[in-house]
């Protein structure tokens, strides 16, 4: 079982920077891999960003790539989503995932944390 809660989100204005995080709790996350979703107002979930157990391996939406870095510090069982050069496109819900290997595909992820808010202005 494990447990997940973000946090990092807020306002920013258009080209500014967050870095979002996502601590979790329970014995399994440092074998789990970690995702980064996105729900946008009225939108369906979106992949953003993905990372392997061992933090080796990241794969990114092509929305974000060169824009964003997923990174993960399995001694603090945190997970963290740099994001820089925001646009208001992403705006929107943050959520992140645990599961057992590192996919675009939501399905494939058994824990999912509350979210918290991203709003970028023009």
């Known amino acids: 079982q494990v447990q997940l809660v973000e946090s990092g989100g807020g306002v920013v204005q258009a080209g500014g920077s967050l870095r979002l995080s996502c601590a979790a709790s329970?014995?399994?996350?440092?074998?789990?891999?970690m995702g980064w979703f996105r729900q946008p107002p009225g939108k369906e979930r979106e992949f953003v960003a993905a990372?392997?157990?061992?933090?080796?391996?990241?794969y990114y939406a092509d929305s974000v790539k060169g824009r964003f870095t997923i990174s993960r510090e399995n001694a603090k069982n945190t997970v963290y989503l740099q994001m820089n050069s925001l646009r208001p496109e992403d705006t929107a819900v943050y959520l992140c995932?645990?599961?057992?290997?590192?996919?675009?595909?939501?399905?494939?992820?058994?824990?999912w944390g509350q979210g918290t808010q991203v709003a970028v202005s023009s």
């Open positions: 995932a645990a599961g057992p290997g590192a996919t675009s595909a939501a399905k494939e992820y058994a824990y």
């Open positions: 329970g014995r399994t996350f440092r074998s789990s891999a």
């Open positions: 990372i392997s157990w061992s933090g080796v391996s990241t």
